[in-house]
């Protein structure tokens, strides 16, 4: 994403900074990033975010035989219309707002890349 974003923006903007520098960050402030320097509208990086969770869930559940590959695509799109209500109800809250919680999951996500089998390799 950001390579493909470098290719249109000018040599001195922030995000040839962050790839000459090899800066590491959370998938979301990338992309917020990005978009940012993109001049895209906060509503659409949203949007986009939303549909990138989506479709990555959906690809998780297909490599594990829970969904097919075509009911997935099936499933995004049915999703859709639900998704855009979500967003547009949720989309001018206040940065405070934003957290999450689950010390279970952090705790078994820490312990991932030792197990003798993994789910996924990525």
Same mark, same amino acid.
């Given at each position: 994403? =950001?390579?493909? &974003?470098? +290719?249109?923006?000018?040599?001195?903007?922030? *995000?040839?900074?962050? /790839?000459?520098?090899?800066?590491?960050?959370?998938?979301?402030?990338?992309?917020?990033?990005?978009?940012?320097?993109?001049?895209?509208?906060?509503?659409?990086?949203?949007?986009?975010?939303?549909?990138?969770?989506?479709?990555? =869930?959906?690809? &998780?559940? +297909?490599?594990?035989?829970?969904?097919?590959? *075509?009911?997935?695509? /099936?499933?995004?799109?049915?999703?859709?219309?639900?998704?855009?209500?979500?967003?547009?109800?949720?989309?001018?809250r206040p940065l405070a707002d934003a957290h999450q919680s689950?010390?279970?999951?952090?705790?078994?996500?820490?312990?991932?890349?030792?197990?003798? +089998?993994?789910?996924?390799?990525?």
């Amino acid at each position: 994403m =950001l390579r493909v &974003a470098c +290719t249109s923006a000018p040599p001195s903007s922030v *995000l040839h900074r962050i /790839k000459r520098e090899k800066v590491h960050g959370h998938h979301v402030v990338v992309l917020g990033v990005v978009c940012a320097s993109l001049d895209i509208d906060a509503t659409t990086t949203q949007r986009l975010l939303l549909f990138v969770t989506l479709r990555d =869930l959906l690809s &998780a559940a +297909t490599r594990l035989n829970v969904i097919g590959p *075509l009911e997935s695509a /099936k499933t995004l799109a049915q999703m859709a219309p639900l998704a855009e209500s979500i967003l547009n109800a949720k989309k001018d809250r206040p940065l405070a707002d934003a957290h999450q919680s689950s010390p279970f999951l952090d705790l078994v996500h820490a312990t991932h890349d030792v197990l003798y +089998t993994r789910i996924f390799n990525s």
